[in-house]
């Protein structure tokens, strides 16, 4: 099966890019990763933005009048421009730094939600979140005594969209949901949903963990009032994520964390906020990572979104054929067409550790276990599932190398 | 392959020697590994000299959980209570004759966690870890 | 001036261990760095840790089953054990990892002081506290209506201890003090002070940003039941710091933060919380930032901290004395013997803006303004300082190229 | 050194040639900058076609943030509200004749801010940032 595709897309040229693909898992094993859902591999070019940084202009950002801080300043500040280019959001003071998505959702809910819910107000989430969009609103809740309330999804793994309806007669005060689901790999039709929740006032937050690093988001076309996504699944580095707010939303937010860079002056009892988006960004911040962060940006925005994109939706079709044909294995979610480059599956009598070891022990990485979406599995009567999950640099042939493994898994077990 | 999967451990998964329940018995405890959703239960019988007669184990997990709990309940029927708390992390790994990284680890220790459980009455066990 | 000290630290060769030291800022110009208290430099051996870990062993952490994983859980939680031992913590349940020191304190804000406080409750600080030892107990201060008070600061820049001692009588519910301040240098005698507020019950945190980085420090017995520093500081990576927490009140402690890797059960109304120290991480944490981390602290361990401290010392004596015979300048807080290598000064009649920008042009790069230590500087009458702060790289060649543009300064302000 | 600290600006510091308040006046207003703690007022005093014909400032500050005060006051006398009101960060820059990172153009831009937000009524003026 030739590696090439027709997408536009010169993977073996991409493949050149990371490093880590050229690496043997064991002597004679070549990795196979398909673990890009849990965290993506990182281009060579990610890597030499930060060794740049690191061996040229590291300092702490912002005040500093030395070269070295203003070039610091200066390259943490552009990172921040491309990303909110990249997201097409309006204006760079929209675009707050995080560690990660989790922690761009618990900025909100500490943020947003401790200052504008009260007792009985409800949120509306669904059941295929991700564990980082549940649990900040089950905190909360806790502590205000709100109403969590879920839109179902069909055993397909779609939304069930009437459901929705009906559970925005109950007034949600906000609605958090995935772009894209992280077990069943369904995109969401986001659009009319938040246009919906809009049109009972609800505020929107979206979780990008999975959108932003495979298709081409548009957060002002969407009107989404938060969106949420992570670096580190992207090409990006660790320890950086960002939370893009609607601005008249973030201008009226309490700080979050207090101390250095969020304040505009200080007295010993009280504090003035700095302005956006330096209000949210307490101490110094990861800027080695900011500045791997736009280089991702850079990266992919390079070989282009829509070529990505393509090229995983091949990749997604062929794998979905192949594993529908291996008997006694039950994919999950909806078909090709609905779905990104994520597949979660199981096999018959075969708990999906035992899977992920065999196949690791041909090369094969994939995830197993609930994925931080438990609920949703246990919807399904499901401990655990494996999960296969794929990225630009994957190729046809890797599938047909997980197909053989998963062969393999059914021989020992047989 | 062979390295994770001996044979050993996919013919006790397949068929196990020691699954079922006992009631009464003198000795019962039920755990599960959060990180799988693997759930084992044993149920031990001992003599007047608190030795191990009879010994079984229920629930559901993965070859190498299920297996390591068969291999733990053959090895102390006919031992006494006091050497099953002797036994260690190291002596699972020994009857399953393979290594593990850290996930895989907390499988093949969940039957000892739950036996030394049961052994010692309730509670958590550290010293499995 | 000959660069080699008598300390035992072979500093030529440690400066070749830190590619940025060569740079020059402008053709001709070479870099003097002398702003390290903002945040240190890092020698190659940090990046190259983090370089491996993306080109070899890039994968999320915990749970995974494939080699990747295993080995990206193994570096991460390795390098935890080394920060554990670098600061002598009784165990590796003991030790978060934050973003920084900013969110250490947040974090024991949010946790510890939403969840042990009450209205009238008084918290003790001092006066030379950074804004991110204020700030959050400020926020806190607001929310629940609690007293702060503190320990004044005398014109040396030594806290008053027997204003301390009356402070005590109102009975605080937490000490929260810098171990060593980062404007004045004093080094606070931390043992004394923490054990008095133990005597009336008190929680102590200790911010530890610029002790963990100059100092050999021990947790265990120093008896502090927090403690919180910054990797940035230490020849670590940005986006990532440490909380040291006493296990008692750790474990007491309900959740920060909700997502991923902090849970162990999750359904979709309820949650069970991991056990320590995960139950203080979630999402995905900064991976290859813990690497860093660790190789930093390796490399300071492999030069022994005491001869870091001994060099340091070293350096602040002669700058101390260089400094102190410039007509006009004054140098804030106690005598070297006092003191780390944090050296704040005025020149009369010049702004420090103009001071650092002047000494920027020679290549010197030091620090202007309040230093996110504004009611310090506020109870001194000064609106801003400069500062020179000092590391293990730093030559007595340096110190003299900042005396010499200090005169050039003069010169043209004459 | 000669870039950022042009003789004009050092003697601009030390002998401003606009420095001073005007009571009464037709124009007045102060604002900080945070980040150093600097602090500038002007009075402005205009003619009946709003022509100025007197400015001075007082306050704190470096001398990037005094000396362009001093050179920008020096500018507009003369010069009508309307003229006052197009004057941009190039305009300062120009005047100062050196280059600067963004932490001092805050300062180089303070009085800026200050005279457009008085010449404007009260208010923040972004157009100089
Ligand atoms: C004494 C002190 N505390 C806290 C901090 C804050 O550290 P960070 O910005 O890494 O959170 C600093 C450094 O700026 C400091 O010097
Ligand atoms: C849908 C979804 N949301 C949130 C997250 C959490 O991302 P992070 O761990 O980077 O905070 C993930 C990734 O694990 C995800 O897949």
Redesign the pocket.
């Known amino acids: 099966m030739a590696a090439k595709t027709t997408t536009g897309l010169d993977v073996q040229q991409v493949r050149k890019d990371f490093p880590v693909l050229s690496r043997e898992v064991r002597p004679g094993v070549p990795l196979i990763y398909l673990d890009s859902a849990a965290t993506s591999q990182k281009p060579e070019a990610v890597l030499q933005a930060m060794n740049t940084y690191y061996r040229e202009n590291n300092a ?1 950002i912002h005040r500093g009048i030395h070269t070295l801080a203003e070039e610091a300043t200066h390259v943490y500040e552009t990172a921040r421009k491309k990303i909110v280019g990249f997201i097409h959001a309006p204006s760079v003071e929209q675009l707050i730094f995080t560690r990660n998505t989790t922690e761009a959702i618990n900025l909100v809910a500490f943020s947003w939600g401790r200052h504008n819910l009260s007792a009985g107000d409800h949120i509306l989430l669904t059941e295929m979140e991700h564990h980082s969009n549940l649990v900040p609103w089950q905190l909360l809740a806790a502590e205000m005594d709100l109403v969590l309330d879920f839109i179902p999804v069909t055993p397909e793994g779609i939304l069930e969209l009437d459901e929705y309806q009906k559970l925005l007669n109950c007034n949600p005060k906000l609605l958090a949901l995935t772009h894209m689901s992280n077990v069943l790999g369904t995109i969401n039709p986001l659009k009319e949903i938040l246009q919906d929740a809009k049109s009972v006032g609800a505020v929107t937050l979206v979780d990008g963990a999975q959108s932003v690093p495979h298709l081409p988001v548009n957060v002002a076309d969407l009107e989404a009032d938060f969106y949420a996504f992570s670096a580190h699944k992207m090409c990006g580095p660790t320890g950086i994520g960002a939370l893009y707010g609607r601005k008249d939303l973030l201008e009226k937010m309490p700080p979050f964390l207090g ?2 860079e969020m304040i505009k002056r200080v007295e010993l009892r009280s504090f003035k906020a700095n302005d956006l988006p330096h209000k949210f960004e307490a ?2 911040p990861a800027i080695a990572e900011a500045v791997g962060f736009g280089a991702a940006v850079d990266y992919l925005l390079d070989l282009g979104m829509d070529k990505i994109e393509n090229h995983e939706r091949l990749l997604t079709k062929y794998a979905m054929e192949k594993l529908q044909e291996i008997p006694d294995l039950t994919v999950l979610g909806p078909p090709a067409e609905k779905k990104g480059g994520v597949i979660a599956f199981y096999l018959k009598n075969i708990h999906p550790h035992d899977v992920a070891q065999i196949l690791d022990s041909v090369g094969v990485a994939i995830r197993a276990g609930h994925h931080c979406a438990q609920p949703l599995h246990t919807k399904y009567n499901l401990p655990a599932t494996s999960r296969a999950s794929m990225y630009l640099y994957n190729t046809l042939d890797e599938v047909d190398r997980l197909i053989d493994g998963i062969q393999k898994v059914k021989d020992i077990f047989r | 392959m062979e390295d994770f999967y001996r044979e050993l451990i996919i013919e006790r998964y397949k068929t196990p020697h020691f699954r079922g329940e006992l009631e009464p018995n003198d000795i019962t405890f039920e755990d599960d590994n959060p990180a799988c959703g693997d759930h084992i239960r044993i149920d031990v019988r001992v003599d007047e000299n608190q030795v191990v007669t009879e010994a079984v184990f229920s629930g559901e997990g993965c070859a190498i959980s299920l297996a390591s709990a068969d291999l733990l309940l053959e090895s102390i029927i006919g031992k006494s209570i006091d050497v099953v708390k002797e036994l260690t992390k190291e002596d699972i790994l020994d009857m399953l004759g393979i290594e593990l990284g850290p996930v895989r680890l907390k499988c093949a220790l969940l039957s000892l966690k739950v036996l030394k459980s049961g052994v010692y009455g309730i509670g958590k066990t550290d010293s499995t870890e």
């Open positions: 702490n101390g250095g101490g110094t």
